[in-house]
Structure formats: C-alpha cells, structure tokens
C-alpha cells in the first residue's frame, strides 16, 4: 500500500497550491484522511483531517479559514487546497489514511493512529 502525495512547489506568499493524494494497492473510500506537515527541524504537526464520508473535517488552528480539505472517493483521492500561503506554510506535506480510532479531535490530530502514510510533498512559500 502506497499513498502518492503530489502537487508541492514553490510559490511566493498569498498564492495557492492543492495537494493530490492518491492511495494505490487499496481503497481507501471507507477510511479517514488526514494531512500532516513537518517543516524543517520541527515535529510532525497535523494540519487537516477527514472523515469517510466526507461530511466532517477538523483543521489546524493556523490554517482554518485558509486550507480545505476535500475528497473524490470516486477517484480515491483527498485534496487540500492551500490559499493565502504565509513562509510559515513551508513544509513537507504528507497525506495519511486509515485512522484506527474513532473520527474525534483528539484523534485524528495524532499521527501515530494513522496506518498508512505518503512520501510528502515539498511546498515552499517565499516571501
């Protein structure tokens, strides 16, 4: 099972970006999504997440009202389209699938209940 993130690049600040996530070896229409980052000499942190049905979503406070995820089960991928970029937005984005708990803030926050993760996906932002 391989999660494929795309669609990093470098941009300057108050551009947008979306991020593509396409599982292969499974389906992951059933499964919650989520997308993390980890910019350079910093943990992990999560950014935004997504049930299976596409009906409930919860997002960082750093990028609520900015970032959006989305997800076409038909084409088994999640989205995340970035808009008013910041410098602070420079990161290694990576996109995880199979949450193995119940779809709550306190879980879909953590990393470690992800089963499957992407390679990532650099996004720079320039000022």
């Known amino acids: 099972v391989q999660l494929q993130a795309s669609g990093g690049g470098s941009v300057q600040a108050g551009d947008s970006l979306r991020l593509s996530c396409t599982p292969s070896?499974?389906?992951?229409?059933?499964?919650?999504m989520g997308w993390f980052r980890q910019a350079p000499g910093k943990e992990r942190e999560f950014v935004a997440a997504?049930?299976?049905?596409?009906?409930?979503?919860g997002y960082a406070d750093s990028v609520k009202g900015r970032f959006t995820i989305s997800r076409d089960n038909a084409r088994n991928t999640v989205y995340l389209q970035m808009n008013s970029l910041t410098p602070e937005d420079t990161a290694v984005y990576y996109c995880?699938?199979?949450?193995?708990?119940?779809?709550?803030?306190?879980?879909?926050?953590?990393?470690?209940?992800?089963?499957?993760w992407g390679q990532g996906t650099l996004v720079t932002v320039s000022s």
């Open positions: 995880a699938a199979n949450l193995r708990a119940s779809f709550s803030s306190s879980n879909f926050r953590q990393p470690a209940l992800y089963n499957y």
């Open positions: 070896g499974r389906t992951f229409n059933r499964d919650s």
């Open positions: 997504m049930d299976w049905s596409g009906t409930n979503t």
